[in-house]
């Protein structure tokens, strides 16, 4: 049986078509190893497409590793960035858990005293001038006033002599207009503590009978109204009996740190606590 | 002659170039089917005894490489093949809109075969996948297939001289 000519090239892609089925039946069926077409067709194509694959493989890593590194690059930046904002902000937690220290300190101070206190924050120190003082940034609207002892946990730190509405301004014992009634604890003698000048103050009128040493604690004596009694003033670094006169010269260094105030405490003596 | 020595190594080639150079072109996202545009192209210009033989030797490589079972690409692209044949008796093939379109219709009976190949052979439905991941693909062949008509049509021993004008 012939087939008509105009009909043999559409036969003719019929029959592969049935070729392509009886393939894919027989393949289907026969589920057995990879026959030798496919082996063959395998074993030429893998090489070409190593050979292929492998440089273009390499283009591609090369310019992910290049995008990785301008990534890296940003990521750098940033990172830099964002080590600079943790370190302030770790610095201001710092600086916030430093005062917090120092205020459980005065706390702790504050509690102790029989006087009603207010804490105050230091806001300005003059101690090249003539006259060593300190500002702090409360004043008359707060209930300050000339004449009331200031003080922080180490002791005493002067009076306030001038005050304004938010603002006073605090003699230290340190400088030589400074005038207290103070004791040495172990012995009791009475003198008058006296700023030099510089970061000393120099204990008056103690008679050269009286047995000073180095070390002695001294302390308001309370016998006037500004400072209350036992207040720690500093402590004896020379007693010298060797001067003329009736009087012994002993040097006493303050008890506070004036080169690291922050926060003081200013104690209202005409207030007493309620207990 | 020449066109049966060099056929299945021009297939061959063609077919590990589509798979390894664009599949890895296009990070494997992407597989740009040229095959089933040379089969078109085979279709539409190519006399029937060739063009069939190369849609079936293009369709057995394709099934080695992609590693379905021997005949699945075979008998979808014969198929597409027989199809593009009796249309191009009736239409003329030669603008690039018809050849965008023709690809895109192709593509699609492709698809159709693909799904329901899968579901008889395989017992799995590639829907989801079809929609997803070929029709994007789809697009693009059909976008470029009026370039690769010419790159095909520029290969001499393809057509042996003989070259069908609709």
């Known amino acids: ?32 190893d990879t026959g030798f077409m496919r082996k063959l067709i395998l074993d030429v194509a893998a090489p070409i497409e190593r050979l292929i694959r492998t440089p273009l493989d390499k283009t591609i890593a090369v310019w992910n590793r290049y995008l990785f590194l301008v990534g890296l690059g940003e990521e750098n930046r940033r990172l830099k960035r964002e080590n600079d904002q943790l370190k302030n902000q770790l610095l201001r937690y710092q600086e916030g858990y430093l005062e917090g220290l120092r205020l459980q300190k005065l706390l702790t101070l504050k509690d102790q005293t029989d006087y009603v206190s207010m804490t105050a ?43 304004s509405w938010h603002v006073s301004r605090v003699l230290l014992i340190s400088d030589g207009n400074s005038n207290i009634d103070a004791l040495v604890q172990g012995t009791r003698v009475q003198g008058m503590l006296q700023g030099s000048g510089t970061m000393r103050c120099v204990l008056k009128y103690i008679p050269k009978t009286e047995e000073v040493k180095t070390g002695d604690l001294v302390v308001s004596s309370g016998m006037t109204e500004v400072f209350p009694k036992g207040l720690l003033l500093g402590t004896v670094i020379r007693a010298d009996k060797k001067d003329s006169g009736l009087f012994q010269r002993i040097e006493v260094v303050p008890a506070v740190d004036f080169t690291r105030l922050e926060e003081v405490l200013v104690l209202m003596v005409t207030e007493k606590k309620r207990k | 002659m020449i066109f049966y020595v060099l056929i299945p ?18 990070f494997h996202s992407i597989a740009v089917e040229i095959s089933l545009v040379l089969v078109i192209y085979a279709g539409l210009r190519m006399s029937v005894l060739r063009g069939g033989i190369l849609s079936l030797i293009l369709g057995l490589m394709m099934d080695c490489i992609t590693g379905v079972c021997s005949g699945f690409y075979a008998l979808i692209y014969t198929s597409i093949f027989l199809m593009v044949y009796l249309v191009s008796l009736q239409v003329y093939a030669k603008s690039t809109p018809f050849i965008v379109l023709f690809t895109l219709c192709c593509g699609l009976i492709e ?10 052979i395989y017992g799995t439905n590639i829907l989801s996948d079809l929609v997803l991941f070929y029709l994007p693909q789809l697009v693009i062949v059909s976008l470029i297939s009026p370039f690769l008509f010419k790159f095909f049509h520029r290969i001499g021993w393809l057509h042996d001289g003989y070259v069908r004008s609709s």
């Open chain 1, 1 to 32: 049986m012939s087939i008509p000519k105009k009909y043999r090239p559409t036969a003719i892609a019929v029959l592969v078509i049935v070729f392509s089925v009886i393939i894919l039946i027989l393949s289907v069926k026969m589920t057995s």
């Open chain 2, 111 to 120: 698809g159709i075969w693909l799904l329901a190949l899968n579901q008889m």
């Open chain 2, 9 to 26: 190594w021009f297939l061959l080639m063609l077919v590990v170039f589509q798979h390894a150079f664009l599949g890895t072109i296009f």
């Open chain 1, 121 to 163: 924050r230091v806001i300005g120190i003059d101690q090249k001038s003539l006259i060593k003082t300190i500002l702090i940034n409360k004043g008359t609207s707060h209930g300050i006033r000339n004449g009331l002892p200031v003080m922080n946990d180490q002791g005493v730190l002067g009076r306030i002599i001038e005050t």
